[in-house]
């Protein structure tokens, strides 16, 4: 009787630690986005700086804030590079892709027209019709609604001052006092939980490295290969296709997907042999990725179910827009790691 009692209140104390967990994150949604884009350039950096820091034969032994300059002078100079070389063609594919707007509005109506007249002539029942129809639209509310959100939300963010200055500001320190926050963090707790905290700590910093790390390299990767490929099969805005490609990498399990579909619709648009050829040169991509880059790149085991993650996208997406679905495989293995070593208290 009183294991059954024990067990009820430690099933009570997990949903109440779920519970506070979902509401410190709604409390602090506003702050998260400029949070976590510091935590990615943490760990991007933190190699450079750890190899030009670390004494010889290992690293060139510089000081700590010389080796975070050198590190921030490389980031920038590669936003100045894209910004130099890329954004003016991109910038160029905007405006011809705005110009072509109406003229593809008109022929994707064309399409769903001759759509319908095919299969009226099937004998196709009303209600399936209806189906089809509804089906179609809810697919194109959603593709512009996603695209939609993940603007506003770039959007969002580039246009508060603060959190620009912010992020920068708080990817130094994180570089810089890394080891004190990690023994300030420790601290908090009662002395007999060190270790615990200690080993937690190690799980989530591990678990962060790795994954970021092996996300940037596969959107690197997919997004430069995409470019490439669209390029030499002649597909229009190849660059403007290619980026939305690397990006939506990082959303697991629906990324590569999203990312494919605008560049197979515009190719349809030109040709549906040209359609059939991207189609095929993305399952050839995704099929090189899943059976040897992931496995490579990506080795990091976040010990998370598929479906957990799409429930925590679905949240994360409701708290903090289009960011949430990049950001809540990492969020929700964190707080998996929190949630275990609690729970062995």
Known sequence: MNEKINDNKKLLWRFVIVLLILAILYYVSDVLVPVIISFILFYILNPIVTLLSCKRPKGLNLPVQISILIAFALIFSVFYLFFRFIIPPLANEFRLFGQNIPKYISEIKQLVNNLRMWYAGQSIPQSLENAIIQSFNNLVSTAVSLAEQIIKSILSVSSRFIQL?????????????????????????????????????????????????????????????????????????????????????????????????????????????????????????????????????????????????????????????????????????????????????
């Not at 678990?207 to 290969?225: A, D, H, P, S």
């Not at 648009?269 to 496995?295: D, H, R």
């Not at 479906?307 to 679905?325: N, P, Q, S, T």
């Open 165 to 345: 200055i912010i992020i920068p500001i708080l990817t130094y320190y994180l570089l810089k006092d890394k080891d004190s926050i990690k023994k300030g963090v420790i601290s908090l707790l009662p002395f007999k939980n060190h270790n615990k905290v200690e080993k937690g700590v190690k799980e989530v910093n591990d678990v962060l490295n790795n994954y970021i790390k092996g996300v940037t390299m596969l959107c690197f990767f997919i997004g430069t290969t995409s470019t490439i490929g669209l390029f030499l099969l002649g597909v229009k805005y190849y660059i403007i296709l290619g980026i939305i490609a690397g990006i939506t990498e990082a959303i697991p399990f629906i990324g590569p997907w999203i990312g494919g579909v605008p560049a197979v619709t515009i190719a349809f648009l030109t040709s549906p042999i040209l359609a059939l050829k991207v189609f095929l040169f993305y399952m050839g991509l995704q099929l090189l990725e899943n059976s040897i880059l992931v496995p490579k790149i990506l080795g990091v085991k976040l010990n998370l179910h598929p479906i957990a993650i799409i429930i925590a996208m679905l949240v994360l997406g409701k708290l903090i827009g289009a960011f949430g679905l990049f950001f809540a495989a990492p969020i929700l293995a964190i707080l998996r790691i929190i949630y275990l070593e609690i729970q062995e208290g």
